[in-house]
């Protein structure tokens, strides 16, 4: 069974930065792709990061990109997202989800309030 599990979230400041990490089980993690959503109160969600396997290729969507770094640990079966910069439009909740794009298992999801 695919588990996800998300953490890091947090209230921080306009320019502020969160390190959110996913730890994952029940899956051949090291071969896989894994993504970063994120969800906005009423919005539909946004899929904002991917990472390859190998932890070289990354896709950012234009609204993160420059500001947010996603990479991964394969030992520890970890896929992490640094987000510096941030904005108040960044707020909602983070999701990791297997595979390259918006439509895999997901976790339940770190909350991530950006304001003054």
């Known amino acids: 069974e695919v588990q996800l599990v998300e953490s890091g979230g947090g209230m921080v400041q306009p320019g502020g930065s969160l390190r959110l990490s996913c730890v994952a089980s029940?899956?051949?993690?090291?071969?896989?792709?894994m993504s970063w959503i994120r969800q906005a109160p009423k919005e539909e969600p946004e899929w904002i990061a991917a990472?390859?396997?190998?932890?070289?290729?990354?896709y950012y969507d234009d609204s993160v990109k420059g500001r947010f770094t996603v990479s991964r640990d394969n030992d520890k079966m970890t896929v992490y997202l640094q987000l510096n910069s941030l904005k108040p439009e960044d707020s909602g909740v983070y999701y990791c989800?297997?595979?390259?794009?918006?439509?895999?298992?997901r976790g339940q999801g770190t909350q991530v309030t950006v304001s003054s």
């Open positions: 989800a297997k595979g390259w794009g918006p439509f895999g298992t």
């Open positions: 990472i390859a396997s190998g932890g070289v290729a990354a």
């Open positions: 029940g899956f051949a993690f090291s071969s896989s792709e």
